[in-house]
């Protein structure tokens, strides 16, 4: 610190005494009450860190003697509007699905809960548009096109218990043979061709024509005679413009030579019945809901 | 904090200030002007507009719960926001219009830390009385007087800060319901703690920090410094006119020295040049000005009187005679102050004035200043005012063609298109209608487009849907184009989707595009 106060010639000013090549500064004293508010602003810090999580340490942060936390926070914010809609989620168990009335709050309950459900839990595989991806055989939801039924309460029955599972006794389960071991190259050849003809006018006929024998004898007990499918057997409609998997020759000919397998997970056994039926219909909300 | 006693302070107590009373006519505006902005402040929560059973019946209501903003016949929805944005924009220009064309008028009018101040030195002045009597008891020793002063100028303000806090949240929910609950303690937590709040805030800006809130805490006085210009009407002290100022022994030995030389020149016979006290008369005496200061005018003492008026009336703690400075707020009582002492000294009033400074030299050489109007209407005052009504000209033209009915579209375009079992291609939209009646509405929905495409509504046998009262109703709508339709393979085809209140006919729509497989040969 300086002895004397030393002041600006030009301004009249006191300075601080620093001086910067020749360049000082002139003194502009800050309000004292500005002071002590920075006092106080320190105070008040150490009353924070010892109030709420600050200091950190080997393992985290000290906690605070408050217990204030975000992760609680979030839990109570959960569990206290799970509370508030704990009446609609219990209707929603109760209620019988198809009778669901349009703009009614339990329908637009159980749709906001299903697509939260949703996101979490199928647009891993269905998309988190419900479109599917067909190179990987994850159905396109939002179609109208159903293996297993699209009223709300097949959607519901598929969700709870999957596909091809092994965990839920109950599953949708269906499996056709890989035709490379049953048909000769020329045969997987001609069903290939009479099934691409169900939707295509660029085809060989005669081929075609050979391989509808094929089809009645090996395919129509489950994909039905006129190839429309069966959705109790999960047979797919092989006249439709929807293809699961791809409905090119070279993925036809993938599909009858070593058959498909596609799973779902039986989902009553990983969440809620009440998710079961929001995100049931959810889906049928989507589209092609029948 | 150590050094010895000379060394620089770097930090400064607050030096008290005590305004004395004024009266003049800058004084009775700012009286009214008071008035008005704390009635307009206080009053308002409880006028009633009625609008239907369904929605609120106060006339200014921001209510933050239901994401609604009322304002007597206009309601506002959170999608509206850019009329609260446009009116941000608006206050904004008129900010640097008024500041431009009057200097800090903002600051010495209407800032609710001035009109509060205000309001707490009136308090002030009523309990412990005018500049001098407030000056002894602040040297006083506390003894039972003056704690009972204190203690009831503290009340009184208490009072006020209160009233100031628990009227702002009568803004955000209705006024009486929350005034009963207020009274029975049963009022949300959250409207005690924004009283509690504003409480402090007002007792202690407005009864302590005054004017250190203006210098130290406000960003305006720096912004609206760059917004002043030379044209620019403020607040400023004629020193041409009133230096050099001087009092008592001093003015009057300089007065006789004038009157000797006037009276040396007059026995030389340049004519009977006799002093007058003010050689440079401001406007308001325009027409006996001299062109040049004789030599005895020189000599003899300006018209400040240097009896510190327009000090000891300034709330600001400032001196106006030196000039411009950051703390002036332009509350014009050192005009107020010092017209009555020119009056009473028998002098031109306008020795502190509203005055633009680019007509300082006009008024050194003796003539008069130039009529406000070409100091006001100026280039850069004229493009304020264009954009400022631009805005509002634009705003209230959004306001009027607003329709009861509105929608919004937003297609799903993940994916962008679904494949149907028979080859149709259909898109899907989430629309939302919002019906800012209050009553349950039934729309009818349809779509036009030049080519062939069918609208269905999930989860509706038919078009029309019921949207309840003041409130946003999203639907799914399918829009399909048969195989074939050319829009199924075409890339895009404009749609328009509309919207019609099956009861009043009123309509709406939005433009959309449908996307086709884009697998077109042409």
């Known amino acids: 610190m300086s002895d004397a106060p030393k002041v600006d010639k030009e301004t009249g000013v006191e300075t601080t005494g620093h001086s910067w090549d020749g360049i000082e500064e002139l003194n502009s004293p800050l309000p004292r009450w500005w002071l002590w508010t920075f006092y106080l602003t320190i105070i008040w810090a150490i009353g924070y860190t010892i109030a709420y999580p600050a200091w950190p340490m080997v393992r985290g942060a000290t906690e605070g003697v408050l217990g204030w936390s975000t992760r609680a926070n979030v839990a109570a914010d959960i569990e206290e509007h799970e509370a508030l809609n704990a009446d609609l989620a219990n209707a929603l168990v109760a209620a019988d699905l198809t009778t669901l009335e349009t703009g009614s709050d339990l329908l637009r309950y159980a749709t906001s809960r299903g697509q939260a459900v949703f996101i979490a839990n199928c647009s891993q595989c269905h998309g988190s548009g419900a479109a599917g991806v067909q190179a990987a055989g994850y159905p396109n939801l939002l179609d109208d096109a159903w293996l297993w039924g699209g009223e709300i309460d097949q959607i519901a029955y598929t969700v709870r218990h999957g596909i091809r599972n092994e965990t839920d006794p109950d599953a949708r389960w269906s499996e056709m043979p890989a035709f490379a071991d049953i048909f000769s190259r020329e045969e997987t050849e001609a069903v290939v061709e009479y099934v691409y003809s169900l939707t295509s006018d660029d085809h060989d006929a005669a081929l075609a024509e050979t391989g509808s024998t094929l089809f009645l004898d090996n395919c129509a007990a489950c994909h039905g005679d006129n190839a429309m499918g069966n959705p109790d057997l999960g047979a797919p409609n092989l006249s439709d413009a929807i293809w699961l998997y791809g409905g090119d020759r070279d993925t036809l000919t993938e599909t009858v030579m070593n058959s498909r397998f596609g799973v779902m997970p039986a989902w009553g056994l990983r969440i809620s019945e009440a998710d079961v039926r929001a995100v049931s219909a959810y889906v049928h909300s989507l589209g092609g809901g029948e | ?522």
């Open chain 2, 1 to 522: 904090m150590t050094g010895t006693p000379d060394a620089p302070k770097l930090y400064a107590a607050r030096e008290p200030i005590f305004p004395r009373r004024v009266k003049g006519k800058f004084r009775t505006l700012k009286w009214w002007i008071m008035l008005v902005t704390l009635g307009i402040y206080y009053l308002t929560p409880w006028i009633r507009w009625d609008r239907g059973p369904q929605l609120p019946d106060q006339a200014v209501l921001i209510d933050l719960a239901n994401r609604r903003f009322y304002f007597f016949w206009i309601e506002i929805w959170p999608h509206e926001f850019y009329f609260v944005a446009g009116l941000l924009i608006m206050a904004g220009l008129g900010l640097f219009l008024f500041t431009a064309a009057l200097g800090r008028v903002w600051c010495g009018y209407t800032c609710p830390q001035t009109v509060w101040t205000d309001l707490f030195i009136l308090v002030e002045r009523w309990i412990e009385g005018d500049r001098n009597a407030r000056v002894r008891l602040h040297h006083a020793k506390w003894d039972a007087r003056k704690w009972s002063l204190r203690l009831t100028k503290w009340i009184v303000w208490l009072l006020i800060a209160v009233a100031t806090g628990g009227a702002w949240v009568f803004y955000f929910t209705d006024a009486p319901a929350l005034a009963m609950d207020l009274v029975q303690f049963s009022a949300p937590p959250v409207a005690y703690v924004t009283i509690g709040i504003l409480t402090a805030t007002t007792f202690i800006f407005g009864g302590f920090m005054r004017e250190q809130v203006c210098i130290y805490m406000c960003p305006w006085p720096r912004i609206q410094a760059a917004m002043m210009d030379s044209d620019t009407i403020t607040v400023a002290y004629r020193d041409w006119r009133g230096e050099p100022r001087a009092k008592g022994r001093k003015r009057r030995d300089m007065a006789e020295e004038a009157e000797r030389i006037a009276a040396e020149e007059a026995a030389r016979g340049r004519g009977a040049a006799v002093y007058r006290a003010t050689p440079y008369p401001g406007q308001r005496t325009v027409e006996e000005a001299p062109k040049t200061p004789t030599l005895a005018e020189a000599a003899g003492p300006g018209d400040c009187i240097d009896c510190m008026a327009c000090v000891n009336v300034c709330p600001m703690g400032i001196d106006i005679r030196d000039g411009q400075q950051m703390e002036c707020i332009t509350c014009a009582l050192c005009i107020d102050a010092c017209d009555e002492v020119m009056e009473k000294v028998g002098k031109p009033r306008g020795l502190i004035d509203y005055l633009a400074l680019s007509d300082e030299p006009r008024e050194r050489a003796g003539e008069p200043p130039r009529p406000i109007w070409q100091h006001v209407f100026r280039l850069r005052t004229l493009i304020y005012t264009a954009i400022w009504s631009a805005v509002g000209i634009g705003l209230l033209y959004a306001l009027f063609i607003r329709t009861d009915i509105e929608l919004t579209v937003a297609p799903v375009r993940n994916p962008t298109y679904v494949t149907q079992s028979d080859g149709s291609i259909r898109n899907i939209y989430d629309i939302r209608l919002r019906n800012k009646a209050g009553s349950d509405r039934q729309f009818r929905m349809s779509l036009t487009s030049d080519e062939i495409l069918r609208i269905e509504l999930e989860g509706e046998q038919t078009r029309v849907v019921t949207v309840p009262a003041n409130s946003t109703y999203l639907q799914r709508v399918y829009v399909t184009a048969r195989d074939q339709d050319p829009a199924s393979d075409a890339d895009v085809t404009d749609l328009r989707f509309w919207v019609e209140d099956l009861e009043s006919g009123e309509r709406a729509s939005k433009a959309s595009t449908f996307n086709g497989t884009g697998e077109s040969d042409d």
